[in-house]
């Protein structure tokens, strides 16, 4: 008994230790570059689009690095591919404080997107499922809901560094950061004991469906486009829309710490419902949730105002995440988990890059942020008749052959 209790314990080391990881990685990937923007413009006169092109080349890297990290991580091992992502992005992210041209950040965030976050995302995220045969809703949740801390807390703290070091010092501090905590963190990953029958830790745990898993990959793919076209415009812009509205950067970051802190109670409640209702309508909730509210971020210009709808709006949100890593699971064999989620949430860093740069291109073009809000909106309609396309075609079955 003692043999199997022990790594039945230390499957909690992983998930807490992925979830510190994910959340100083993609605090700063995902939307950490947010407060950046203002401070950027102000010193070197670059348009607003062409700011959050850094984070483009970022979450592109993410996209690009995250199937070939999905692939190489069964082979070489979690463990070997997380530090190897901690070094990179660490070193990436303090070289940027040198930064001296446009270029430089693209090139930087690039490589720290592809070779380091992407290390992070979908090889963590695997790990953790395989760890889990029943339940791994609650514990791919917890793991996400370390996601969305980071990115609440990277952008106040960020915010807070530039205020008190500039924008340089605060590149410095958090690449600084990423050594010296994702590094240790990362040598605490190990694979999940295989059993004596020989399959993995992380058997599927649902009913089979009927939708081929190459066409579920296919599918969820282009739907993910469009939920995370969606998601990127308020984690990018809501800050410079509040800064828009004569409030200051860390009024701005207090509310994204709020939205995300409501995030991680959404996070665990839909990691929980999933284990309930299915993976797939769970997600069909949560990106309904966020279709629904998104454009309502325009209409506010108060700080109190802000801080009542990003609660509302941040819970729901939130459960997209987990619901495209639940969903990618449950659609999936077991031993291609790793690859079909890093080629999932490689179209998922596709449409972050997209939704965050048209809302910047669309705010220099008209100088409001409504044509942005409008056009993400659009974008999670998209994903909701893929879902839910693919839900009555899963609850359906597939027609009968022919006699």
Known sequence: MPQIAAPDRYRWVVVF?????LALSMGQMVNGLSVFFVPLEAEFGWARGDVALINT???????????AMGQLAPRVGTRAISVFGAVVMGLCVTAASQAQALWQLYALFLVGGALGAAAFFAPLIALVG?????GAGMALGIASAGQALGQGTVPLVSAMMIESFGWRGAFLGLGLATLAVCVPLSLLMREPPVPAGGAGAGGADEAPTPLPPRLATVLLSLAVVGCCTLMSVPLMHLAPLMQ???????????????????????RLFFGRLSDMVGALPA????????TLMVFGFTRFATLEGFYIYAVIYGF??????????????ALSPAAKRASTTGIVVAFAWLGHGLGGWQ???????????????????????????????MMVYIRRGPDPAPA
Do not use: H
């Open 244 to 266: 828009g509205c004569g409030l200051a950067a860390t009024d701005a970051g207090g509310v994204m710490v709020t939205m995300l802190v409501s995030g991680i109670a959404g």
């Open 359 to 389: 809302a910047g291109a669309l705010y220099d073009l008209t100088g409001a942020y409504t044509a942005g809000f409008a056009v993400a909106t659009a974008a999670g309609v998209m994903n909701l008749a893929i879902l839910t396309g």
């Open 130 to 134: 395989n760890w889990f045969a029943a």
């Open 283 to 290: 997600f069909v909730t949560a990106s309904l949730w966020q």
């Open 17 to 21: 230790a992925a979830a510190v990881i």
């Open 316 to 329: 729901g949100y939130a459960g997209v995440m987990t619901g495209v890593l639940t969903t990618a699971r």
């Open 57 to 67: 080349a970022g979450v592109v890297g993410l996209a690009v690095g995250g199937i």
